[in-house]
C-alpha cells in the first residue's frame, strides 16, 4: 500500500518582556480549525465528503491551522479501529516538514478499502494536536452463499482435511461456508446444529454483529460426550432468517 501523507503544526515560542514577574516563557500551540474529508483525482483533492466510498482508492484530508506553520515536523498517523481488515492495525504512519496554513494528507490504496471506522492522529514536533475519526463505507448487497465445508477437529483446534467425515466419536465439529457480497451495514450471524428429524436444535452459536465483505463465516460446535450417528444440518441466519443450511452425516 503506498501511503502519502502531509500535514502540519507549529510551536510559536514567546516571551515575557517584563522579567520582574518572574513568569515563564508560554508557548503558543497551533490548534487545528478544520478538518474536511475528500475524495481525489489527479493526485489532488475534489470533491468534499461526509464518509468516504470503500472504491474509491484516493483518500484526503485537508486541515486548516492557526497559526500559520513554518518548518514544522509534523505526523499523521491512520489505523483502524473496527473493519473488515481487522481491529487497531496501523494503515499510515508518514512524517513530513511543511509550512502554511493549510495541509493535507493522502492515503492511496490499490485495491478496494477496507470497510469500517478508522481513526486519525496529527502530531506536532511530537505533540499530539487532534484526534478524529472517519468511516469508510459501502452498500448492503444480496450475500450468496458459495462453498462450504464440515470437518472434525484435528486435535489442536482446526479443522481436519475436508474430506474426512465427522464421526460420532468427533466432539469438535467445524462449519464454515463462504459468502461473496458486501454488507457494510452487518448483519447479526447465529449458526444452529440440528439433526433430521427433530425440531429442537442441538447447538447454537452466535458470532453477533458481522460485516460480511468476501468473507468466511465459521463455527464450531461442542459435545463433551459425543454425537449420535444420524443426518445433520447446520443452518446460518442473517438477522433471524435462515440464510444458508449445510446437510452432512455422523457415522
Known sequence: MRVLVVTVVLFIAGCQSDQKQGLPDETVQPRVTKLTFHHGSQDRPREKVERFDYRQRDLYFVAEVDPPLKNAKA??????????????????????????????????????????????????DEVPVKTFEFEIGGQRTRIDFRSHSVAPDDGHGEPQKRDVPVTSQDKVIHVAVFTVGIDTEGSRIVWAL??????????????GLVKLQNSVVSAQFRSESGWEPGDYSAIVSLDGKPAHTIDFPIR
Open 75 to 124: 505526523r499523521w498517523l491512520f489505523q483502524t479501529i473496527d473493519s473488515t481488515g481487522g481491529k487497531n492495525r496501523p494503515v499510515a504512519r508518514v512524517e513530513e516538514t511543511a509550512s502554511g496554513s493549510e495541509v493535507t494528507a493522502k492515503i492511496s490504496l490499490k485495491t478496494d478499502w477496507p470497510v469500517g471506522t478508522y481513526q486519525g492522529v496529527i502530531v506536532i
Open 194 to 207: 440440528r439433526k433430521k428429524g427433530q425440531a429442537k436444535d442441538l447447538a447454537m452459536v452466535d458470532l
